[in-house]
């Protein structure tokens, strides 16, 4: 892979900078506000692939996080993974040849990470991937899929965790380019903490502090068949029978629920997706939280509440080794003995993992500067 290209004296850097879908926001915030303070270096273009385009699902967290209005937006929408793969790519390349970034900034692992990638590296653009060399050892997750694609063709990847460079090494990429920085989700968790805090959503929704538990769940593992989803939710009500069980529902979720379980209404306190303040104020006074996200696990780890994952792996295994997160699985009768021996004995492990200090998206940005600029 040739070396990037640098910004020549007189020019600023130019950073293309991808987001499309939920998780991508908050970690895009931090690096957009930097690039911000750094203006008289840095020239960003913010895109929104649209691959989220609901007011719940992103325009919310663009007002909570105070993310610029994205500079475009490319309307892919929803479709299947090759469809909207394939919309972003297109979309995305002509985009690329008209603005010739010096280098293209994606987060994650959605489907906008692994198109927004493919369409820079094979015009010669040099991408930087946030949240590298992360693992589930599971290729039936889409996302598995897209993380491996994209870490290959990277030039810079920056990581959350230790094992992920032992990862990446694995897989043959080069030492020099992989950066551990810490995590810029946790940059912004630890900035809106106390404001979150102070919206006291579990009160609104008449909740004590630390008398409820919160429950998200999308996967395809968990949601796409309807003898796990029927299974579920039959534990689920019964906990929600002793503690309340709070469920801001996936889009995707809905959906499973209407087309496998027609008309069924889970016996929980069910609700539409919500703002990231409201979901960061509920987490932060919940007794626990189970969920199969990706990003949760860490979050829970960053405010020391107890995380149960409904899933067999985790590519995050920092939050299990030194936080607060135990992976139980997707087997109903399992978790809900997972449930009751929490319950029984609540976890006071509260570690924080290196560099989980609200400084990755300045350290990120520190070596782009150094590596692109002229300086
Ligand atoms: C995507 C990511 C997943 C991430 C999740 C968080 C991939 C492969 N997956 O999965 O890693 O954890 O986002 O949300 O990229 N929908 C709406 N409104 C929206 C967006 C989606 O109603 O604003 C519905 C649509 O019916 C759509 C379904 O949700 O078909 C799934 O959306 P999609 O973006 O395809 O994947 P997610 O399952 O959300």
């Known amino acids: 892979m040739p070396a990037p290209e640098r910004a020549n004296p007189n020019e600023k850097i130019r950073v293309l900078a991808v987001a499309g879908a939920r998780p991508n ?3 895009i915030a931090p690096l957009m506000h930097e690039f911000k303070a750094r203006s008289d ?3 960003p273009t913010l895109v929104h692939t649209g691959q989220h385009y609901d007011q719940a699902m992103s ?6 996080l105070g993310i610029p209005e994205p500079d475009v937006n490319l309307g892919v929408g929803s479709g299947s993974h090759a469809v909207q793969t394939a919309q972003v790519l297109m979309k995305i390349e002509e985009l690329l040849i008209e603005q010739r970034p010096h280098v293209v900034l994606v987060v994650g692992d959605v489907n ?4 927004a990638t493919l369409a820079a590296i094979k015009l010669h653009i040099p991408v930087a991937h946030v949240e590298a060399g992360l693992r589930s050892w599971d290729r039936d997750m889409p996302e598995e899929l897209n993380r491996i694609l994209t870490d290959s063709v990277s030039h810079w990847l920056f990581t959350t965790e230790a094992v992920a460079a032992e990862n990446l090494a694995r897989e043959g990429v080069s030492q020099e380019k992989v950066h551990f920085v810490g995590n810029v989700m946790i940059d912004t968790l630890l900035t809106h903490r106390e404001q979150a805090k102070k919206l006291g959503t579990a009160r609104r929704l008449g909740l004590e502090t630390n008398r409820y538990a919160v429950l998200t769940l999308h996967r395809p593992s968990n949601v796409d068949s309807p003898e796990q989803l ?3 939710f039959e534990v689920l009500g019964k906990l929600n029978q002793e503690l309340p069980v709070v469920f801001p529902a996936h889009p995707r979720t809905t959906n ?4 496998h379980l027609g008309g069924f209404k889970p016996d ?3 609700s539409g997706p919500l703002g990231y303040l409201d979901f960061l104020s509920l987490m932060t006074d919940a007794q626990m939280v189970l969920t199969d996200s990706g990003g949760i696990q860490e979050e829970t780890t960053a405010l020391g509440v107890p995380c149960l994952t409904l899933r ?4 995050r295994p920092v939050t299990v080794s030194e936080g607060t997160n135990t992976i139980v699985g997707t087997d109903p009768s399992e978790i809900e003995k997972a449930i009751e021996k929490l319950r029984a004995a609540p976890a006071t492990k509260q570690r924080q993992p290196a560099l989980w200090d609200g400084n990755a998206a300045a350290r990120i940005v520190d070596i782009l500067e150094k590596d692109l600029g002229n300086s």
């Open 25 to 27: 926001f908050m970690k």
């Open 41 to 43: 270096r840095f020239d």
């Open 59 to 64: 325009d919310s967290f663009f007002r909570d």
């Open 112 to 115: 906008s990470t692994l198109a």
């Open 230 to 232: 029927r299974r579920l």
């Open 256 to 259: 499973a629920i209407e087309q």
């Open 268 to 270: 929980l306190h069910m």
């Open 312 to 315: 067999d792996s985790t590519e």
